[in-house]
């Protein structure tokens, strides 16, 4: 009698940012660890370009410059069960810890294509901002004073060719110093100010195989 194939609903859990940012996938427990490290990273948006590792039952998992065991072990070996839990943990500089849960275990729909992502919330920090402190900062940096300051430098401006004949200037014969370096900043700060959660491109990223892509480090 053959086994019957299982899949596993996680939810994904970003720790140290709020509000909450998490995604919610749905695997067969026949995924290894290395490529559920690819799913992770899709759904997450990261780029796969630092280590990784898994943390489950005291035992690491992940790269193997951490001197982690072999990531290359299915999950059905574990013997999860229902809301059991175990971290992940990406770019051990920055350390971006996730917490993974077993939200259900469920037979394995043949008519379905996995991973798939069924949803979650709150775009992913940027890479190698400074982990959840240094992107704390600079959030709170995209809406306060100095991000005002800037937007008003660039409404005068707009404001003063408005008055005048630009026909036949360019833009870039426009632009004064100060106007360009405010416009600069205001650009950095866009990663840093709270984007929505795309299922879609999510799932239109699994399609094209990235996660198995992304399950090998990527070369900076």
Known sequence: MLALRETFQ???????ISPMIWRRVLVPSSVTLRELHGVLQVAMSWDSIHLFQFDIHAVNYGSRELHAASSD???HDFGFR?????????????YWKHEVRIED??????KKKYPVCIGGSGSCPPEDCGGPHGFLDRRDDANGYEAWTDMDVMAEWLGDIMQIDTTDKTVRELLSEDVEMAMERVVSRGAYIAGKFSRKTVNRAFR???????????LM
């Not at 275990?105 to 043949?110: A, E, G, K």
């Not at 094209?208 to 990527?218: F, P, S």
Request: charged share 25%.
């Open 10 to 16: 996680l939810k994904i859990r970003l720790l140290g």
């Open 73 to 75: 072990i299915p999950l």
């Open 82 to 94: 229902q809301n059991d839990r175990f971290a992940y943990i990406y770019d051990m500089g920055d």
């Open 105 to 110: 275990i469920s037979v394995t729909d043949p």
């Open 208 to 218: 094209a195989g990235r996660h198995r892509e992304l399950m090998h480090q990527q």
